[in-house]
């Protein structure tokens, strides 16, 4: 079974920012790609961002790119997402996931085999 842990999480207000972390113990052996994904209130999972153990492919979506951040610390089996200047918008559900290898592009929901739970954001303005 895989694990993967989402955390960093909270109620924020706009202007705030964010780390949100996903400890994956199985990235970067069997499973070479790591994305994010999040979730607002009555809409479907929408691909935030990927990454790859060597760093070869990275990715954010191009609208969020100029305050998402992805990175990672494979010493902790550790990726993390950085959101500046937060928004109501940006109020989600956020999930970490995993597939075989990536894609270049935004990662889509029914490429990722493994799930974590979800760390939930809200944004107040």
């Known amino acids: 079974q895989v694990h993967l842990a989402e955390s960093g999480g909270g109620s924020v207000q706009a202007g705030g920012s964010l780390r949100l972390s996903c400890v994956a113990p199985?990235?970067?052996?069997?499973?070479?790609?790591l994305a994010w994904f999040r979730q607002a209130p009555g809409k479907g999972r929408e691909g935030v961002a990927l990454?790859?153990?060597?760093?070869?492919?990275?990715l954010v979506a191009d609208s969020l790119k100029d305050r998402f951040t992805i990175s990672q610390d494979l010493r902790v089996h550790t990726v993390y997402l950085d959101i500046d200047i937060l928004k109501p918008e940006d109020t989600a559900m956020y999930y970490c996931?995993?597939?075989?290898?990536?894609?270049?592009?935004?990662?889509?929901?029914?490429?990722?085999?493994?799930w974590g739970q979800g760390t939930q954001v809200t944004v107040s303005s």
């Open positions: 990454i790859t153990p060597g760093g070869a492919i990275k």
């Open positions: 996931a995993l597939a075989t290898r990536c894609r270049w592009g935004i990662p889509m929901e029914y490429e990722y085999p493994h």
């Open positions: 199985e990235y970067s052996g069997r499973l070479n790609c």
